[in-house]
């Protein structure tokens, strides 16, 4: 146990020096700092205000509902923009650990404990090396929150269905409670929740044929269908899609521009493919053994559930107008949740089998590879910083009626493959009066700001 808290401690250190390294987005995280007024993507009025008290939390939070988004986790957005980043980079931090231990825990049946290190390892150097853009996911505020975070409260509120069905002894939840956490749950990401939805009822209708189904679980099914209800009720979502400025912001498909461009698709799958490869090779070899052993076959449905969640999660996008490489995150933690479930039944079932040269020379590598992305992970991430910290003072020490001119900050080609694609970059546009510089521009009190070639 010792070891493993000790893992986990260099895991929430690591974590934390990176989010102190990623300074405040350019764009949404400048933008959201003042009071919510208008449609995302539009310049900030001169006149707007920071936010500076829990009720301008709460009446941006309501007016982000009606015009922008019906996520739940933006009052969390707003929260932290009054408080300030610095506050926040400890929590993400901790967050960053809690999504590992989750993964762990269903992974493991529901069963709820400090793991192994070997575990603990595996679940952060895949999060690591198959998560693209991973600082947009853990370091950046306003990702961090819509992604990192809303699969912590998603995976959260699948462990008390996962300990009920491998019929771990659960304790009788009170309904009132799954409810609300429910309606939360059902209101953090649009193309996952309407899976998680007949995913959790097929196993309410399995239970409630056997006469095994429990009050808490009806009502945590009917809270997230609620929840997931006032998601895409919200009229801000129709407000959004209506929205000439957001389509402006959208990389088109040129054979059919109504679609979002597949690039981050294409990447990504190619980038997770070790997964998939290990994921329906061993699906594949266990298919005659789960003929023959029920136990099994119960695992390997409930792995096949998670992975269809994902898959469909992905595919869902291709009807987006929108599909950042962001969107896929979800569908990569239950990718990983699944393959680790494979992972534990080949070492109940082979033993000391697992142990042959070829995995220790996996092992081996992957440790080599963690090494060198991190340095340059780290070297990268602190250029960004020193970067940002220039713009900055440069802002501060301005006149209020001046327009700054700075350059952008690209990492390099070869750093930015060096590092596991995980160094962000942090960019300007040419035009003062754009929305992301207006926003930068306000919070500074200067008159604005523009890039400049170098």
Known sequence: MKKSIAVLIFIYCLMLTLNFLMPMSYGDDYFYAFVYENTFWQPISEDARRLSSFSDVLNSFANHYLTHSGRI????????????????NFVNAGIAVLLILEIVWISDRGRISIPKPSRICWIFFALWTFTTGLSTIFMWLGGSLNYLWTA?????????????????????????????????????????????????????????????LDRWQAAGVIGLTLGYLILMAAPGNFARIESEEYFSQLPRDENDPTIAHPLPFNIIMIQQSPLWIYLFWNLIRFRKLERENQNLNHELNFARGLVCI?????????????????????????????????????????????????????????????????IFTI??????????????????????????????????????WASGMHVPVLI??????????????????????????K
């Open 379 to 416: 070297y990268g991430m602190n250029q960004l910083h020193d970067y940002s910290e220039r713009v900055i003072s440069t802002a501060t020490s301005a006149n209020s009626d001046e327009i700054i001119e700075v350059s952008n900050y690209q990492p390099s080609t070869k750093l930015f």
């Open 73 to 88: 986790i933006f009052i969390l957005m707003f929260f932290f923009e009054w408080i300030g980043k610095f506050w926040f």
């Open 428 to 453: 300007f546009a040419y035009d003062e009066k754009n929305w992301i510089n207006i926003s930068f521009a306000r919070y500074f009190g200067i008159k604005g700001v523009r890039a400049v070639d």
């Open 310 to 374: 994902g898959i469909f999660s992905v595919l869902i996008m291709f009807l987006s107008p929108d599909f950042p490489a962001r969107s896929m995150f979800p569908g990569l933690v239950y990718l990983l949740t699944a393959v680790t479930i494979l992972i534990r039944l080949r070492h109940e079932i082979d033993g000391d089998q697992m142990r042959y040269r070829s995995i220790r020379l996996l092992h081996a590598a992957g440790n080599i590879y963690f090494a060198m992305t991190l």
């Open 152 to 212: 912590v409260m998603l995976l959260g509120f699948l462990i008390p269905f996962v300990r009920k069905y491998f019929g771990i002894a659960n304790r009788n939840y009170p309904p009132a409670l799954m409810f609300l956490f429910g309606i939360v749950a059902g209101c953090t990401n649009e193309n996952t929740i309407c899976f998680f939805i007949p995913f959790l009822a097929v196993q309410c209708i399995l239970d409630r044929s056997n006469g095994k």
